[in-house]
């Protein structure tokens, strides 16, 4: 199994341009998220999803949108990026949200700078 | 969702126990504490997990508190390789969160 993938490794984008950030994983996971984590700082949930068609919003979702057709896939979308997004964003899965079984894989993550 | 509470910063000498302290003391009582740490800018790493009883497996030993309102993680024999931030969250049944906080971060000294 390739686990969790992201793309791209690294990104720089201008003010205003819009992109989106892939995400994959192979072990037929029913949960999947996205974090930012920002300079020294711990990790912050943006959007998450516990199943195909069914997403819902973490702490940060503002200037963020997800989509989920696929059990695979959980694609990123930054509509308008702003300088206040530069951050490393990372990708986890898990087999379920259950809490008692919900232990994440994380991605490698992918470094977002924006000009 | 359960806020958790850890330092900053802790080191440890290389071939001790290391012991970081959690504090969750909002926890409810179908609610899990898990242990993640993150390694230079890498994904954050599973530890392990627990919801009232001790857990221990090759990596670490969780020791949760009776009262449920705090929890400590204990890395046996600390190596080198151990340094990182270490995160202590608290998973919310069926709502599919994980909020990590700041984390804690153990510098492994020779």
């Known amino acids: 199994n390739a686990g969790v993938t992201q793309t791209p490794k690294f990104q720089v984008l201008k003010t205003g341009q819009s992109m989106t950030l892939q995400c994959a994983q192979d072990?037929?996971?029913?949960?999947m998220s996205w974090y930012r984590q920002d300079p020294g700082m711990g990790l912050r949930l943006i959007h998450y999803?516990?199943?195909?068609?069914?997403?819902d919003q973490g702490e940060v979702p503002n200037g963020y949108n997800v989509s989920r057709s696929t059990t695979e896939d959980f694609p990123l979308r930054l509509l308008s990026a702003a300088p206040s997004q530069t951050s490393v964003y990372f990708c986890?899965?898990?087999?379920?949200?259950?809490?008692?079984?919900?232990?994440?894989?994380f991605g490698p993550g992918t470094r977002l700078t924006v000009l | 969702d359960a806020k958790t509470t850890q330092p900053p910063s802790m080191d440890c000498a290389e071939g001790r126990a290391a012991n970081l302290p959690c504090n969750h003391s909002?926890?409810?009582?179908?609610?899990?504490v898990y242990w993640y740490r993150q390694i230079h800018s890498q994904g954050p790493q599973y530890i392990i997990h627990?919801?009232?009883n001790n857990e221990t497996n090759e990596m670490a030993s969780l020791i949760i508190t009776e009262d449920r309102k705090s929890s400590t993680l204990i890395l046996p024999h600390a190596t080198l390789r151990d340094t990182a931030v270490y995160y202590c969250i608290v998973r919310v049944p069926n709502a599919g969160k994980s909020t990590f906080g700041d984390g804690t971060t153990l510098t492994v000294k020779p």
């Open positions: 072990m037929n996971h029913e949960y």
């Open positions: 627990g919801l009232k």
């Open positions: 999803s516990v199943g195909a068609g069914i997403t």
């Open positions: 986890a899965s898990s087999y379920s949200s259950a809490p008692s079984i919900g232990e994440q894989f």
């Open positions: 909002t926890i409810s009582g179908n609610e899990y």
